[in-house]
């Protein structure tokens, strides 16, 4: 298997503008996560999905985001519209259900590095 | 709710000398603990974990940590690092309910940055 896969892997865009980060997560899995880490605020849970359903959206930080999951080997992270604060790694990770996702590892991406001017 | 402190945001040691990346939490029902690597530039990476059993836990590349109920703590150590163990740690906890069943999300902590220099 390849992988969590993300893309891209990097994005630099213009304050006001859509962005859209994507992700594919290990086949089979059954649980989705996107965090966002920073040097100020660490590793933060954003949202995560159990069998494409948001199970815990908490972390999110304001209606500018929002994510989705149409499926079970796609999903999604959207910010409209960005802006300078928002600038960080986003990482998507995967989990396989038995015995849940707290007992089982969380397959991390690469991350995609996102930077607004 | 649950929280993770790592106590050192650094740690700067030599090439075959011992390391201890220290890290406590609070919760107030069982835990399962985790310590995850990131090597620069990208994802984080499972080192070991702690879900039940035996209190001290080991990975493939040395590495071992125990679980203290009583001091709440799920210290790292390594007795000899080698250059490439130079990475950022952390110390991760997911809540179990009473039956064991997680809910799933895990809290990190801040990270520890081990440096290993020659």
């Known amino acids: 298997d390849a992988g969590v896969i993300q893309s891209p892997r990097h994005e630099v865009t213009e304050m006001g503008q859509e962005v859209t980060l994507r992700c594919k997560p290990i086949?089979?899995?059954?649980?989705l996560f996107w965090y966002r880490q920073t040097m100020m605020r660490g590793l933060e849970l954003l949202i995560y999905f159990n069998n494409n359903v948001p199970i815990d959206d908490s972390g999110m930080p304001e209606d500018r985001f929002s994510a989705k999951m149409p499926n079970a080997s796609f999903s999604t992270l959207k910010i409209q519209p960005s802006e300078p604060r928002d600038s960080a790694v986003y990482f998507c990770?995967?989990?396989?259900?038995?015995?849940?996702?707290?007992?089982?590892?969380?397959?991390f991406g690469p991350g995609t590095r996102l930077t607004v001017l | 709710a649950q929280s993770v402190t790592q106590l050192d945001s650094q740690v700067p040691v030599f090439e075959e000398a011992p390391v201890e990346l220290r890290c406590n939490y609070s919760?107030?029902?069982?835990?399962?603990l985790f310590w995850y690597v990131q090597y620069p530039n990208q994802g984080l990476q499972l080192l070991l974990k702690y879900l039940s059993g035996s209190t001290l836990v080991e990975s493939i590349n040395g590495f071992e940590a125990e679980f203290n109920k009583s001091q709440t703590s799920f210290h790292l150590r390594k007795p000899s690092v080698h250059i490439s163990d130079t990475a950022e740690y952390f110390c991760?906890?997911?809540?179990?309910?009473?039956?064991?069943?997680?809910?799933?999300?895990?809290?990190f902590g801040q990270g520890t940055i081990l440096t290993v220099h020659p």
């Open positions: 991760a906890v997911s809540v179990s309910n009473a039956g064991g069943t997680s809910y799933g999300k895990l809290t």
């Open positions: 990770a995967s989990s396989p259900h038995p015995g849940g996702p707290g007992t089982d590892t969380q397959y």
């Open positions: 086949s089979g899995h059954d649980y």
């Open positions: 919760s107030s029902v069982s835990v399962y």
